[in-house]
């Protein structure tokens, strides 16, 4: 995997993976994809976010799932036949994305990757860290730790600090 | 054979004949090799060896030899044409037997009498010694020979062994055992399994007594050929460091077996089969699931007692530098904890302990006698259970904490500010600020400064907490509260709605269906059941948990009386589904504290479940 990434930054190439939420194309780089599956069903928890589909099992272990209609503000759809769970590591932990359609894995040069746009697109542009031109297409590159990191991280934080201040 | 005559009889052996052995050794190294190695015909020397040691019968027994027997004659004729006068099959000392036998390795003893004709029914005695070899370890065995017909009467293709008995070792039940012999009728052999009390009178002809190694061969040259040279040591019990990191893969792994095992079990398609055999493999698998799962389970879950044996001696040191009697209490020692946990474990509670003797309890017996308590001291040490929690508590019958003490000492040391408002709990809790010590003297096992912070650090290492309450004059308890990150729990599966939970059925006193007249509504809202002579708060899991839904009445839906830290609620569910054990899990970083679930259990349809924390329902 190392090894792999090194390569990939040698070739000055950027490797990721593309899906769509209704009509736009996102991108998370390749390494932080850890697998992806069908949609599958999760179990809700109470008194989380809505964004928050909730917890399934991944074999075996129980990882959080992220709706990203719900997340960018798009209208919840039942599930369809190309929805999937895109399975993706941040900082050692697993969480579950789930998308209308997995596209396929691109490369892109260095040179088409440029800043994100102050707007034009229909999602909070600080979760995009890069707009990446490919072929005709443009995909917003996802700052995943942005998306869920600091929102559920101060989430975490504050029930810390509630469960200290009843202790 | 020939040794078995010298064993038996009082003749000694000549060193000629000691050569005859030490060389029919070596041929049966080289012919096990042979073997081993799969090459056709028998090393050289074999037959002149095999000539030796009849000479050597010969002249012993002074006997007419039967013809020489050629070296590509094959073994079991090699038998046949034994002069072996023993009558009854050779006892073999059982009691040395279990010395060569391995951890987990069982002793059977399986007496084959084969019919007459087994050659023709295709068997022959090697084809079960090799098949035997598959799943055990042949320790000895021993054949009845009868003595040789003439040459004449002799045929090939009858048997003329009548009885075999063959002891070997292995981890085996016996059922895998006799799988051997399937193919045989049940009246040719026995098996069974040889207990260490079972002593037969030893006869002359022991296993032991000769030199092993020497023996054992010669053994298996007479018998066996398959048998296979390996030392037999005598195997000491041993132990495998393991990563528990591959531990939990492990676990996981088994957790997706379950799950699997269980969707063929509940599948209709495969239920529609409706064949013995496919029903009775899956109940197989299923057994076989079930049991590698709980030894899986097992291997990391170990008792606390060993932790709280080690704290007796603590104690007993601790009371004695400071000259205080005390006694030791242990309750809940079986409570199982994993095994990082227990090691996390060890220092802070030596720690606790030692503060506990050292400042808990008061300075000179004169001192408790004074406070209407007995002499000596009690420290009571005690794991249990709670809300999907361990809790081990130290708790000792002391003076208590002298809470203006502790304040002054913190406003001194300006760990807290003089306009902070605390509350009891929060001044407790300041002994374990670093830095912290009250003790005027400093003692030679605490009051060094490196004080309860370090309990603190320790136990919030492994995600657990420390609290202390105390009353004075009556004494404090120290409880750590540690998260089951793997513990397995015995949970209540309930519906509601369309989802299901799970209650530690450790907290649950009972569940009732309450008549109309037994539910009382206060102001308008609040509701309460009448149980017995008690009178519980109804608690509404779809409201506490926000999951909207109807709101049934108490009285169409089911009440699990609940006990908690707080006391006793009621929590109304709309049914009661069943029992399970459950594994818990972590619901992952991102909502580990969420409140009322402590975390999710993956159930048999591979969904998740999450398992409410009855600690903050109400």
């Known amino acids: ?167 | 054979m020939s040794l078995i005559f010298f064993r038996s009889s009082d003749e000694a052996p000549t060193s000629q004949h000691v050569d005859v052995f030490l060389e029919g050794v070596t041929v049966i190294k080289a012919t096990l090799l042979y073997e081993v190695e799969e090459k056709a015909g028998i090393p050289e020397g074999y037959a002149i060896c095999l000539e030796n040691i009849r000479q050597i019968l010969l002249h012993v027994e002074g006997k007419a030899e039967a013809p020489v027997a050629t070296a590509s004659k094959d073994l079991a004729q090699e038998f046949d044409n034994d002069v072996f006068e023993a009558p009854a099959v050779p006892a073999v000392d059982e009691a040395a037997l279990f010395k060569t036998l391995g951890e987990n390795e069982k002793l059977f003893k399986i007496v084959l009498t084969l019919d007459v004709d087994i050659y023709l029914r295709g068997f022959d005695h090697f084809l079960f010694f090799k098949n035997l070899l598959h799943v055990s370890r042949i320790v000895a065995s021993s054949w009845s020979v009868p003595a040789c017909e003439s040459l004449e009467a002799f045929e090939a293709d009858r048997n003329v062994i009548k009885e075999v008995v063959i002891y070997c070792a292995s981890e085996k039940m016996v059922e895998d055992i006799a799988d051997v012999f399937a193919f045989l009728e049940e009246e040719e052999f026995a098996i069974s399994l040889v207990m260490p009390a079972q002593k037969k009178d030893v006869v002359a002809e022991t296993l032991a007594q000769t030199k092993p190694s020497l023996e054992e061969k010669t053994e298996v040259k007479e018998s066996v050929k398959e048998e296979k040279n390996k030392p037999i040591a005598a195997q000491t019990k041993s132990f495998l460091k393991i990563d528990s990191l591959k531990l939990d893969e492990l676990f996981d792994s088994i957790g997706e077996l379950v799950i699997a095992q269980n969707y063929l079990g509940e599948n209709d398609k495969i239920k529609a089969i409706r064949d013995a055999e496919v029903t009775k493999t899956i109940e197989n698998l299923s057994k076989i699931t079930k049991l590698i799962q709980n030894r899986v389970m097992s291997l990391r879950m170990i008792p606390i007692r060993d932790t709280f044996e080690k704290m007796k001696r603590v104690a007993r040191d601790s009371s004695k530098k400071v000259n205080k009697p005390i006694r030791l209490v242990l309750e809940g020692e079986e409570t199982e904890i994993d095994k990082t946990m227990v090691e996390a474990l060890s220092d802070p509670l030596i720690h606790i302990i030692r503060n506990s003797i050292d400042h808990g309890i008061e300075a000179s017996p004169a001192d408790r006698i004074k406070a209407g308590k007995e002499e000596e001291g009690v420290v009571t040490l005690s794991a249990y259970h709670r809300g999907g929690n361990i809790i081990i508590e130290v708790r000792d019958d002391g003076r208590g904490i002298n809470k203006q003490k502790v304040y002054q000492k913190a406003l001194e040391r300006g760990i807290i500010n003089a306009n902070d408002e605390l509350s009891d709990a929060q001044i407790y809790n300041l002994i374990m600020q670093p830095g912290f010590s009250t003790a005027d003297v400093i003692s030679d096992i605490s009051g060094r400064g490196v004080g309860l912070d370090v309990v603190r650090n320790a136990i919030e290492g492994v995600r657990g907490k420390v609290d202390v309450v105390s009353s004075e004059g009556l004494g404090s308890t120290f409880s750590i509260v540690l998260p089951l990150t793997l513990a397995i729990i015995d949970g209540m599966i309930v519906r509601l709605g369309d989802k299901i939970f799970i209650i530690p059925t450790l907290s649950i006193l009972e569940s009732f269906r309450p008549s109309q007249e037994n539910v009382h509504i206060a102001g308008g809202k609040e509701e309460f059941v009448q149980l017995r002579t008690e009178l519980l708060p109804i608690v509404r899991l779809n409201k506490t948990l926000e999951l909207g839904g109807e709101m049934p009445h108490p009285w169409e839906s089911t009440l699990v009386c609940i006990e908690n830290q707080k006391g006793k609620f009621a929590l109304l569910v709309d049914e009661l589904v069943g029992r399970q054990q459950v594994v818990i899990k972590t619901l992952g970083e991102f909502f580990a504290q969420t409140e009322g679930v402590s975390g999710g259990a993956v159930m048999g349809n591979g969904e998740v479940a999450l398992i409410l924390n009855v600690e903050e329902l109400y």
Request: net charge negative.
């Open chain 1, 1 to 167: 995997m190392e090894e792999k990434k090194a390569k990939g930054v040698g070739l000055a190439t950027n490797r990721f993976l593309t899906f769509y939420l209704e009509e736009e194309v996102y991108g998370v780089n390749i390494f932080d994809v850890k697998e992806i599956i069908a949609m599958m069903k999760t179990t809700p928890v109470p008194k989380t976010p809505p964004f928050i589909k909730g917890v399934m099992n991944l074999r075996g272990n129980i990882i959080p799932v992220v709706d990203m209609r719900v997340k960018f503000d798009m209208p919840e759809v039942e599930p369809q036949m190309y929805t999937a769970i895109v399975i993706i590591t941040i900082e050692g932990k697993n969480i579950g994305f789930i998308v209308d359609k997995v596209e396929e894995v691109v490369n892109v040069e260095n040179e088409n990757i440029s800043p994100p746009p102050e707007f034009g697109a229909s999602v909070d542009t600080k979760f995009i860290k890069n707009m990446a031109k490919q072929k005709n297409k443009v995909v917003m590159i996802l700052d995943l730790v942005a998306l869920f990191g600091e929102e559920e991280l101060s989430l975490v934080q504050n029930l810390n600090k509630t469960l200290s201040d009843k202790g």
